[in-house]
């Protein structure tokens, strides 16, 4: 029981940090960059946590709710973190490209299919069904890589 609790706690102060900065007021340029990527490493890393948790072929349900939550707040709150001004336009480095501002319907669609998947993922995390974990998990890998492919820079390796 300890151990779950720690969980949970652990869980709501890395939810908070994942989410509270999305709704940060009048940032931009490098903060809002620097704010975004913070952001983006905490959706990623808890991506892979749950992607490990389902390859694992024995995933703890506490770990996948947790994972699924961080994956939903996270995914609702995509689109504040790309301000005007954020961009590669406002001289900021970033890998996020123009097309973000100037297509701006498409990338609006692009994190609102992110949002349903997730959504999606967590009412299955939400009860338990591994199995339905299992089957969305690709399902929202495939809409972060949608979104990947059309609005970020391929990374420089």
């Known amino acids: 029981m300890m151990r779950w609790n720690v969980r949970v706690a652990a869980g709501g102060l890395a939810l908070a940090l994942l989410t509270g900065g999305a709704f940060a007021v009048g940032l931009s340029g490098p903060d809002a960059v620097k704010d975004r990527q913070a952001h983006m490493k905490g959706l990623g890393a808890a991506s892979k946590a749950l992607?490990?948790?389902?390859?694992?072929g024995a995933p703890d349900k506490a770990v996948v709710k947790l994972q699924a939550d961080k994956i939903?707040?996270?995914a609702k709150a995509l689109a504040t973190w790309f301000p005007p001004g954020s961009g590669p336009a406002a001289g900021v480095k970033t890998g996020a490209l123009p097309v973000i501002w100037t297509k701006a319907d498409?990338?609006?669609?692009?994190?609102?299919?992110?949002?349903?998947?997730a959504a999606t993922l967590d009412a299955a995390a939400d009860a338990g069904d591994m199995a339905a974990v299992a089957a969305q998990t690709p399902k929202v890998g495939a809409a972060c890589k949608g979104c990947h492919d059309k609005f970020r820079a391929p990374e420089k390796t």
């Open 72 to 74: 939903e707040a996270a």
């Open 51 to 56: 992607f490990e948790q389902v390859r694992s």
């Open 106 to 117: 498409d990338f609006a669609a692009a994190a609102r299919r992110l949002g349903e998947e």
